[in-house]
């Protein structure tokens, strides 16, 4: 599987993104897929998750009521929609697709071996 993430840019606070994770393998629908992101000199950090069928999602603290996780499976597209952007927002995210198929997604970095090349978001004060 390889992925594409894109939607990123520069906005003030308050605004909102919606990035999009396009897939290129038609077994995409079988992984579930993460959203992770790392600000310059920090660790890449877990953001949102979602299950394979979409029944499942999981999101960090930090997020959790600002950003919700999508996927298409149709369109073997995964997204997220970030509200209520805050400068602490601010990183290079990127999306990621589970080791296996058919399994739970996991917050854990070291679970997801594919990844996309990461699209920087940018919140101003």
């Known amino acids: 599987v390889q992925l594409q993430a894109s939607g990123g840019g520069m906005v003030q606070a308050g605004a909102s993104l919606r990035l999009s994770c396009a897939a290129s393998a038609r077994t995409f629908s079988t992984y579930s897929m993460g959203w992770f992101r790392q600000a310059p000199g920090k660790e890449r950090e877990f953001v949102a998750a979602?299950?394979?069928?979409?029944?499942?999602?999981w999101y960090a603290d930090s997020v959790k009521g600002r950003f919700t996780i999508s996927r298409d499976n149709a369109k073997n597209t995964v997204y997220l929609q970030m509200n209520s952007l805050i400068p602490g927002d601010t990183a290079v995210y990127y999306c990621?697709?589970?080791?296996?198929?058919?399994?739970?997604?996991?917050?854990?970095?070291?679970?997801?071996?594919?990844w996309g090349q990461g699209t920087l978001v940018t919140v101003s004060s």
């Open positions: 979602i299950s394979w069928h979409g029944g499942s999602t």
């Open positions: 990621a697709a589970l080791r296996s198929s058919y399994r739970v997604a996991s917050s854990a970095t070291s679970d997801y071996d594919k």
